[in-house]
């Protein structure tokens, strides 16, 4: 059975300091994993999708990795606009379900 | 980028009473759609898989007839509440899948999401 564990179900961090989002994952074969923002009331907002061990992509201030047992999603220097819950999903290559962890509370103090 | 819109955005209704939710693919088809609910601080349900066309594939669990969906065309697919009770007050979402064949990307987008309170 899929699962996915995000850790640590929340964090809370002051401007300026960096810190990561880890995402341990069971897949019978990963076709993708996703990394989403979600704000209060709102929909998740993609950010990354990773294929293989060894990829990274970044945009602004985050930056994912993946492993075959985990992702790790860091954030450089955070501002407090980063502020959200994180979402972690994976996709195995059965179909197009996501099974998603039960995210990460970000807070980013000034 | 690909945008998938959802409404309402919120909805009060009372109990017994239906609401539906529109999703709505702007700017591409979407073959599939995905339905799930969220709970405050819990992460997002599988509630059901349609795909246009033919009949939603329910999560276990899911009362298929109090849930209804509706994928008739490519670019819309309703979530129906029926006969809504407290209970079923929740965060809906809609989610497709979207395969950018040129940069090799699959990409999955969420509507906006409806916050539904039975009173």
């Known amino acids: 059975e899929d699962q996915v564990t995000q850790s640590p179900e929340a964090l809370r961090l002051q401007e300026g300091e960096s810190s990561s989002l880890n995402c341990s994952y069971t897949?019978?074969?990963?076709?993708?994993l996703f990394w989403y923002r979600q704000d209060p009331g709102k929909g998740p907002e993609f950010l990354f999708t990773?294929?293989?061990a060894g990829e990274e992509k970044e945009k602004e201030r985050l930056k994912a990795t993946l492993t075959k047992k985990e992702s790790f999603l860091h954030i450089t220097a955070p501002k407090p606009e980063d502020s959200a819950t994180y979402l972690c999903?994976?996709?195995?290559?059965?179909?197009?379900?996501?099974?998603f962890g039960k995210g990460t509370s970000l807070l980013v103090t000034p | 980028g690909a945008v998938v819109s959802q409404h309402p955005s919120w909805v009060i209704c009372k109990s017994g009473t239906s609401v539906k939710i529109e999703c709505r693919s702007l700017?591409?088809?979407?073959?599939?759609m995905f339905w799930y609910r969220q709970f405050p601080k819990q992460s997002l349900m599988l509630m059901a898989t349609?795909?246009?066309?033919?009949?939603?594939?329910?999560e276990q669990g899911v009362e298929k007839d109090k849930f209804l969906i509706n994928h008739a065309s490519l670019t819309l697919s309703t979530l129906t509440v029926t006969s809504a009770h407290p209970e079923d007050s929740s965060f809906y979402i809609c989610r497709t899948t979207y395969e950018d064949e040129s940069a090799g990307n699959t990409e999955a987008f969420f509507g906006q999401g409806t916050r539904l309170t039975v009173v």
């Open positions: 897949v019978s074969g990963l076709r993708g």
């Open positions: 700017d591409f088809q979407a073959t599939t």
């Open positions: 990773l294929y293989s």
């Open positions: 349609s795909n246009e066309g033919s009949k939603a594939t329910y």
């Open positions: 999903a994976v996709q195995a290559n059965s179909g197009y379900a996501l099974n």
